[in-house]
């Protein structure tokens, strides 16, 4: 099982739809989580980050954590143009180890 | 001006020859990491630097060697390049935390803007 899975895509989403982005993890342990945004040919800029279970919300993205299932979601409300990109994933395992997800590619409809 | 710089932002050059990645950093962060992005494969971490005196070998570190010259400088070196080290590299920070132990840390990491390279 990999550390950290996530659907490639392209997840294709219409404009001012909520996008839904997924990922799950191997170590139970995992303590501190991350979603970052990669426009093609950029540098990943961190969006979000969450340590607790539950809901993280900060503009239009809200992040979702649940240990017991082991897995945590992005959510992008409202989504415009500016936000297809692919999203990556990063999950700090029990012994302190960051891992990246291979990233989810989300495109817009018009 | 950028917290964490790379240079040069773009190289292409032949195989054999000698090559070195600049990285600098203002955010103040102890930990450097060095990586490398491959169409399909993510980011793979080559090297990695806890501190000054710390280097730790990553996932992929074979035909690369790095220094770190100060807090803010990492710098990655591919001896004799060669054309599958084509690819796009990132060169990332992050802050201790506030963990006791040395090793602890749950700070999100910090990229630079890249530096696609090219081996002919």
């Known amino acids: 099982q990999k550390e950290v899975e996530q659907n490639s895509g392209p997840l294709s989403v219409p404009e001012g739809a909520i996008a839904s982005l997924n990922c799950t993890y191997s170590d139970r342990g995992s303590q501190s989580f991350f979603w970052y945004r990669q426009y093609s040919g950029k540098s990943p800029e961190l969006i979000m980050s969450?340590?607790?279970?539950g809901d993280k919300e900060d503009g239009r993205f809200t992040a979702q954590l649940n240990k017991a299932s082991q897995y945590v979601s992005l959510l992008i409300r409202d989504s415009q143009p500016s936000d297809s990109a692919t999203y990556l994933c990063?999950?700090?395992?029990?012994?302190?180890?960051?891992?990246f997800g291979k990233g989810t590619l989300l495109t817009m409809n018009p | 001006d950028a917290d964490v710089t790379q240079t040069p932002r773009n190289r292409i050059t032949k195989t054999g020859k000698r090559i070195m990645l600049e990285c600098s950093q203002t955010?103040?962060?102890?930990?450097m990491y060095w990586y490398r992005q491959d169409p399909g494969l993510g980011l793979q971490l080559i090297y990695y630097s806890f501190d000054v005196k710390d280097i730790n070998k990553g996932e992929i570190s074979d035909g690369y060697s790095v220094s770190r010259q100060a807090q803010a400088k990492f710098s990655l070196s591919l001896e004799s390049a060669i054309p599958n080290q084509t690819a796009l590299y990132f060169c990332?920070?992050?802050?201790?935390?506030?963990?006791?132990?040395?090793?602890?840390?749950?700070?999100?990491?910090?990229f630079g803007d890249g530096t696609r390279l090219s081996i002919l």
């Open positions: 969450i340590y607790s279970n």
């Open positions: 990332a920070t992050s802050d201790l935390g506030t963990g006791v132990q040395t090793l602890d840390s749950n700070q999100p990491q910090h």
């Open positions: 990063a999950v700090i395992n029990s012994n302190y180890k960051l891992t």
């Open positions: 955010k103040g962060h102890d930990r």
